[in-house]
């Protein structure tokens, strides 16, 4: 079985939670779909959380939240932060002892750097299996592997339908969405489902496609109506 987990942004307390009900055996595999940080309350804990599972095989993709917060650190890029509210994850990692620094690598935990730098076997920009194509946010569905493009990834969308290179359900995050989506016509599963912004934590066991959610402490009723404005 797969479990693939959406957006987390944050909050810790319904990521253990969510994993503490997925029903994983040892030969299961979990996928995190990206963008573990930033809106919640602690990012850092999220983070710390993802690199001791254990009960299982596990894959974190890199999220645009993660690729910005890099940026922030490696280069100096104040602006990769803007508009990604980050300022709740800097908090979390300063009352946890690390005051994370523009242009500052070292003052990010190594074990966490690993992480959002893709250095762990299990870090990766996309994982594809017979049936699904795991990404954080989008994929071309009419471009071979070669071709596909990281920003789309990392931010984009799912097109392309009705491939000659793709047969697989793309599973994706980003987007938020007010219940597990499954858009069979337009290929793909979408699975963020809110968490960080009012909504709930989800996860999708493939490929039974049974729905896990977790509650947050910020959970609005009204988040999606919020969100469209």
Not at 26 to 31: E, Q, R
Not at 65 to 76: K, N, V, Y
Not at 160 to 167: A, K, L
Request: contains cysteine.
């Amino acid at each position: 079985m797969i479990y693939a987990v959406g957006d987390i942004h944050g909050e810790a307390g319904a990521l253990r939670a969510l994993l503490e009900e997925l029903p994983v055996q040892p030969s299961d595999l979990v996928v995190f779909l990206g963008d573990a940080i930033n809106r919640g309350p602690d990012g850092c804990g999220c983070v710390e959380q993802i690199l001791a599972f254990d009960r299982c095989r596990k894959v974190f993709l890199q999220g645009n939240h993660e690729e910005a917060m890099l940026m922030f650190l490696e280069e100096g890029a104040v602006t990769a932060l803007t508009g990604m509210d980050a300022q709740p994850t800097l908090d979390a990692y300063a009352a946890a002892g690390y005051a994370l620094t523009p242009g500052d690598l070292s003052s990010l935990p190594e074990s966490h750097l690993r992480l959002y730098a893709q250095a762990y076997p299990w870090t990766l920009p996309f994982y594809i299996t017979d049936d699904y194509i795991f990404t954080h946010a989008g994929w071309d569905l009419f471009r071979p592997l070669q071709m596909q493009n990281l920003g789309v990834l990392r931010w984009g969308k799912v097109t392309g339908q009705e491939s000659p290179f793709w047969t697989q359900t793309v599973v994706r995050g980003h987007v938020p969405v007010p219940q597990v989506t499954f858009a069979r016509r337009k290929q793909y599963i979408g699975v963020d489902t809110g968490c960080g912004l009012g909504g709930l934590l989800s996860a999708v066991a493939l490929p039974t496609e049974e729905v896990y959610t977790a509650r947050p402490a910020s959970f609005r009723p009204d988040w999606y109506s919020r969100l469209r404005g």
